[in-house]
């Protein structure tokens, strides 16, 4: 039996962590979107972590056949991925606006499916919303596989050409897609199944798509985001979205690491059957990007190591991106113009029909694993932050272990980033309406934190509120939590130590107890010897005055 073709595998319905699956609907089913246009469900042709794919048809009267112009995505209405895509469809990839631009460019067409419709269904019981596209052929990404990893490179110019007219028009409309790759590029077919002579690319899945731009017309500022750090496929994710927002470089980048890829089989941070393991650390990844970012050549010869020299187009690419600033605006035309002079089909001959190398023959093989990883939604642990999908791997390796000279070695970036979330394994089971406890403290607290800890220490035991009276001198006495009563009062037991030495009053052995009623009657035995010291001291003085008269 021949082997089938990688899209007549069937895909295993696999629920993303934290999303499920939608119930199949029935073929036959009438869907009726905001304008009121109904669609007709067809077979399911398609599944991912989030929702299936149907053929679908505007023509109710009929069943849907395997040449159904329509598709439509259908996912739970708690689903998030596809609530962003119809937003960017409606507000971005409507059919007048995609034609305006077009005509303003001078250009035939641009890869961005139009919007078709988009609304709400309910069946048995349930809510779920739908989206309505184009139908189009087979993506990159199987046929990338298909091909023994390697694509002509006539076709790689060809798609990077078409996948910046893409990027040009979605970063117009102040969007940047988020997620390029193979298996989210579709190319036309001829209405049989199989691709043109001369193959059309469209740029597809806008579930990730970010807004870089604000309602001002502003650029947003670079910020380092954790909840959304190392967004993305990892191993297409750029630098910018490593660190949690993204950009019109950040979608080149991207782009560059698929070319990459379909010229050399492999990126250097994959494997050798390529792909990253899923316990694959995404810091470490980030930083192998960023180091080779640094030296392109380097960069170059990792990718292209059975060649003497790498190809010129790609490397002054990468130069141009590893010199892009974060808001500045690319030079689309530029970088066209290092793909386009390869880009003239003749069109009776096949793109596939290269005789120039033997990697240029086109055979579907089977293979056993997945060709997509799918793409896991963001487990959400407490109210401020969340933990990415591909920070949960690497969040597992984490140890108790601290070490200065660890946490001084690492890159700047990375001593910004400071995860507020705790390993899982220290995390109790908790149920869904229970937060999760604070995180707890390091192992090393600083001297500050010290401090603070014995403060509160102090004031749980109260130990400041009975601190002992010092009776050497007055300034001891007054301490600076005693209120003027209470420096009074000091004062009056100072005097009352000082009376046995004067008087005849008992000694401290059988001293009566200091009462309120005992410090009110010193107080007046002490006025009363005051008023009498003064009255002496004016008959002395008067004595004084009146010899002085006499004499």
Not at 517 to 539: D, E, F
């Amino acid at each position: 039996m021949a082997p089938r073709r990688p899209e007549e595998i069937p895909l295993k319905r696999v629920a993303a962590s934290g999303c499920r699956l939608p119930s199949r609907l029935p073929s036959g089913e009438i869907l009726t979107d905001i304008t009121n246009s109904d669609w007709r469900l067809g077979e399911p042709i398609g599944c991912g972590g989030f929702g299936d794919i149907y053929l679908a048809s505007n023509d109710v009267s009929k069943p849907v056949g395997d040449d159904a112009k329509y598709v439509i995505k259908i996912e739970p209405h708690n689903n998030g991925p596809l609530f962003v895509e119809m937003n960017f469809y409606i507000r971005a990839a409507r059919k007048e606006m995609v034609n305006s631009w077009c005509k303003s460019q001078g250009r035939r067409r641009i890869g961005i499916p139009t919007y078709n419709g988009s609304g709400s269904h309910y069946y048995q019981g349930q809510r779920y919303r739908f989206l309505v596209i184009p139908r189009y052929g087979i993506d990159v990404g199987k046929l990338f596989l298909s091909h023994g990893r390697k694509l002509p490179t006539k076709l790689v110019h060809s798609l990077a050409v078409q996948m910046l007219d893409a990027l040009e028009y979605i970063h117009s409309r102040g969007y940047a897609h988020a997620d390029v790759k193979g298996s989210n590029i579709l190319l036309a077919s001829n209405g049989h199944g199989s691709i043109t002579q001369n193959p059309q690319a469209y740029l597809v899945d806008y579930g990730l798509a970010y807004r870089f731009r604000t309602r001002a017309g502003s650029h947003k500022p670079f910020v380092h985001d954790e909840r959304r750090a190392h967004e993305g496929t990892l191993e297409f994710t750029s630098r910018d979205a490593h660190h949690g927002t993204h950009s019109r470089r950040g979608d080149l980048e991207t782009l560059g690491y698929n070319i990459l890829q379909w010229l050399c089989g492999k990126l250097p941070w994959e494997k050798e059957d390529g792909g990253v393991p899923a316990s694959a650390n995404p810091e470490d990844i980030h930083a192998q990007k960023e180091i080779l970012f640094s030296d392109i050549p380097i960069f170059m010869h990792k990718c292209f190591r059975h060649k003497k020299k790498p190809p010129t187009n790609i490397t002054e690419y990468m130069k141009y991106i590893a010199g892009l600033g974060f808001e500045t605006r690319p030079n689309y035309s530029y970088l066209r113009s290092l793909f386009e002079h390869n880009t003239n089909f003749d069109p009776y001959t096949s793109i596939f029909d290269d005789q120039s190398t033997n990697e240029n023959i086109l055979c579907f093989k089977s293979f056993k694993r997945p060709y997509l990883r799918e793409r896991k939604p963001c487990r959400p642990m407490n109210s401020q932050t969340r933990t990415t999908r591909n920070m949960q791997a690497a969040m597992e390796k984490r140890s108790d272990f601290f070490s200065w000279e660890a946490v001084l070695a690492r890159h700047p970036d990375k001593l910004a980033k400071i995860s507020t979330q705790p390993p899982p394994s220290l995390t109790p089971p908790s149920s869904p309406l229970t937060p999760p406890p604070s995180p707890p403290p390091p192992s090393v607290p600083t001297y500050a934190m010290l401090q603070v800890l014995q403060k509160m220490k102090d004031r749980q035991s109260s130990s400041f509120r009975h601190k002992p009276v010092s009776k050497s001198s007055d300034n001891e006495l007054k301490a600076k939590w005693m209120t003027p009563a209470m420096e009074e009062v000091a004062q009056l037991m100072k005097k009352v130590s000082q009376v046995p030495a004067e008087s005849s009053t008992p000694t401290s052995s059988n001293a009566q107890p200091l009462t309120r009623s005992r410090v009110a009657h010193l107080k007046r035995i002490a006025n009363g010897k005051s008023s009498v010291q003064r009255v002496q001291n004016a008959n002395k003085t008067g004595q004084k005055k009146r010899k002085t008269s006499f004499s």
